[in-house]
Nanobody, 124 residues
Framework: QVKFVESGGGLVQPGESLRLSCVAS????????IAWFRQAPGLKREGIAC????????EYADTVKGRFTISRDYALNTAYLQMNNLKPEDTGIYYC?????????????????WGRGTQVTVPS
């Protein structure tokens, strides 16, 4: 089973930036889709960014489009999420996953396999 270790979260002020990292171990494919999810307090986990295997096409949720950037390094089995202009509504625990459906306007995890996540807090 793939294991995920997310890091890079923290407490930042509105308008500031953070860069999250996710190391995926136990991946057997050379290329795979990857996505970032977040879970705000009291809400369901939502997909916010993903990268497809085919041509590395990227999809973003409308709530983060233009502010967040997903990237990856296959050699390191690591994905990144650059988050700029952070807002209080970005507060939550951020997770990554590889067994995902990455489609236009739709990002979904296909397996209930999660790391501990990394906490991002943006006070209002």
């Amino acid at each position: 089973q793939v294991k995920f270790v997310e890091s890079g979260g923290g407490l930042v002020q509105p308008g500031e930036s953070l860069r999250l990292s996710c190391v995926a171990s136990g991946v057997t494919s050379e290329r795979y889709e990857i996505a970032w999810f977040r879970q705000a307090p009291g809400l369901k986990r939502e997909g916010i960014a993903c990268m497809k295997v085919k041509d590395d096409k990227i999809e973003y949720a409308d709530t983060v489009k233009g502010r967040f950037t997903i990237s990856r390094d296959y050699a390191l089995n690591t994905a990144y999420l650059q988050m700029n202009n952070l807002k209080p509504e970005d507060t939550g625990i951020y997770y990554c996953a590889t067994d995902v459906l990455c489609a236009d306007d739709f990002i979904m995890a296909l397996e209930d396999n999660w790391g501990r996540g990394t906490q991002v807090t943006v006070p209002s």
